[in-house]
């Protein structure tokens, strides 16, 4: 019987789509035992999660086909072979270049954004000496001293009180971002860079930026940069810059 139509027949029959009479034939024949084993494992395999299994699997199997075949007709059995396959080792060449590549651009990612992180100065004054104030006070002293754990912590509690405080709000993202804590630097910078109306929305939005960056999140940095490319502010260059090293 002609390979390819033995393989569809499989198919057909793996489906439950093979009329009863051509069942009988197909699981009657010894010589079609071999290939029907092997079509079976790969359907149950294709059921599991264990892609790597799977991967052996194919490539164990298909090299075994391979060296029993003349070398003429070895290229149209691999692509019969396959044949059922094909959307799975497509999906399965893509996870395969994502974990190759993720690696790549995290550096990437983490190189820029070592290269163009400056901290920021401090313009927020120290208060009185209530409570809350105190918080401010020392987040200030830490931050000027580059105490980065001290001032994250004082800011945040200051932060937390005064919710409205934007410059407050502001610099315990920033010292987080310092600190490395990326997802509470994002979370922090976006409520001054979306809030519109402050002295911190442009710094903001560039620290987003770069968070966004160091989070090897490249689609939302880009879009953040060119916000702030659209707009007349000190960040401008800064950002075309960047943008031109992310291309």
């Known amino acids: 019987m002609d390979k390819e139509v033995l393989y569809e027949k499989i198919e057909a029959y793996l489906d439950g789509t093979l ?4 069942q009988q034939k197909l699981t009657a024949d ?10 079976r494992e790969l359907a149950s395999a294709i059921g599991e999660t264990d892609v790597l299994r799977l991967e052996n699997l194919l490539m164990t199997e298909g090299k075994k086909h391979l060296a029993n075949l003349e070398v003429p007709h070895k290229k149209a059995k691999l692509m019969l072979f396959f044949k059922k396959y094909r959307a799975l080792a497509a ?5 395969l270049m994502a974990a190759f590549l993720l690696p790549i ?19 927020l004054n120290t208060r009185s000496a209530n409570a809350a104030d105190n918080f401010l006070d ?44 990326t997802t509470e630097a994002i979370e922090y910078l976006q409520i ?27 689609l939302k940095a880009e879009l953040v940069l060119n916000e702030i490319v659209t707009s007349n502010n000190d960040f401008k260059e800064k950002a075309e810059a960047l943008l031109n090293d992310l291309d």
């Open 192 to 218: 001054v860079a979306n809030d519109g109306d402050n002295f911190y929305v442009e710094p903001a939005r560039w620290y987003l930026a770069l968070a966004y960056l160091k989070s090897n999140e490249k």
């Open 30 to 39: 010894p010589t079609v035992q071999p290939e029907l084993r092997l079509h």
């Open 138 to 181: 020392k987040a200030i002293q830490c931050y000027v001293a580059r105490q980065f754990e001290c001032a994250n912590e004082n800011f945040a509690a200051f932060a937390k009180s005064n919710p409205d405080h934007f410059g407050a709000v502001f610099y315990t993202g920033l010292t987080a971002l310092q600190l490395e804590k």
């Open 19 to 22: 009329p009863a009479s051509e």
């Open 91 to 95: 999906g399965l060449a893509i996870l």
């Open 105 to 123: 651009f995290t550096q990437q990612g983490n190189d820029l954004f070592s290269e163009h992180f400056k901290d920021y100065p401090m313009y």
